[in-house]
């Protein structure tokens, strides 16, 4: 990759690629809406290009970046958080926007489409490894707008001549994660001293760190194989309980609240991902262990609150 083009370019895998491309030396061109005031998470970086707009006006991109870029990463996503599930109609919007990308990416040069699924196309599975190949039986209206998005995406880029490559993303944490998930609201509260409550934790999940997720999409977007999907995790499943006691650990918290709640209903207990075609087609293994993405999530937190 020489020149490339990332929506959603201030999440946090966003980011995380581009600090990866950056390091490679690859220019980049980052999609951005100045109004969210989060572009001083980029690099500052003479191959970084802020491009303002937003996933409503994608068509207006051929008249904002010259063409002659080869691959697009689309990233972003409309009404993510906590409540992207309470309006079917909202999310069905982003089928429409994964389409403006492909055809924005085509109109740009790009040979290769490369976007970002979820583990939630899945369903609720209780099995010990969920692969590209899992059936796919989305509950929600998020996973299931986001199985709609690859599935149309890949025939769009087909009828375009364009490579197409579709990550499902699983459980990642760190840096500018949102707020409200297991991983950031408790580290949060064991950093000020405020009680936290779990289930028994018992579950076994795969968390994989930012920094590694930027870099499996930088090693996609070289490596990765047309028409594949991949699941992007580390590959491994501990109990919840593990990764609790570590936090605690980590931040000092003498109390973890497991077992202060129950479990909730339908609760998944094993969701873990696998990475075997992801490592076998571009070489990606996990550099990060738990425990060093967790200091270092911890260091980023200080430095928000301290402004050190």
């Known amino acids: 990759m020489k020149k490339i083009i990332v929506t959603g370019a201030t999440s946090m895998i966003g980011t995380a690629l581009i600090e990866e491309c950056v390091k490679q030396n690859v220019e980049v061109y980052a999609v951005i809406r100045s109004s969210s005031g989060k572009q001083s998470r980029l690099p500052d970086s003479s191959l970084i290009h802020l491009i303002d707009c937003s996933l409503e006006t994608l068509d207006h991109l051929p008249e904002l970046i010259p063409a002659g870029c080869d691959t697009f990463y689309h990233i972003a996503w409309g009404n993510t958080g906590e ?92 840096i500018y994660e949102k707020e409200t998930t297991m991983i950031a609201s408790g580290l949060r509260k064991m950093l000020r001293g405020e009680p936290t409550e779990f289930t028994p934790a018992m579950q076994r999940w795969d968390y994989l760190y930012s920094k590694d997720a930027g870099r499996a999409y930088y090693l996609i977007g070289e490596k990765g194989r047309d028409g594949a999907v991949y699941c992007i995790g580390s590959g491994e499943a501990h109990p919840l309980k593990e990764y609790i006691l570590k936090m605690a650990e980590l931040t000092g918290a003498e109390k973890t609240g497991i077992g202060a709640r129950p479990y909730p209903q339908g609760a998944v207990m094993n969701l873990c991902a696998d990475t075997e075609s992801l490592q076998r087609d ?22 928000q609150e301290t402004g050190v």
Not at 138 to 158: E, I, Q
Not at 290 to 299: P, Q
């Open 282 to 303: 571009t070489g990606f293994v996990p550099e990060y262990t738990f425990e060093e993405g967790i200091r270092e999530t911890i260091a980023w937190i200080r430095s």
């Open 83 to 174: 409540n992207r599930n309470r309006s079917t109609e909202l999310q069905s919007r982003n089928i429409s926007y994964t389409l403006d990308a492909v055809r924005v990416a085509n109109a740009l040069g790009c040979k290769r489409f490369i976007g970002a699924g979820s583990q939630a196309e899945y369903g609720p599975m209780n099995i010990d490894k969920i692969s590209p190949d899992s059936p796919t039986n989305p509950s929600t209206p998020y996973g299931a707008s986001k199985l709609a998005s690859g599935h149309l995406a890949g025939m769009l880029c087909r009828e375009l001549g364009m490579e197409c490559i579709w990550p499902r993303i699983f459980s990642v944490y760190g």
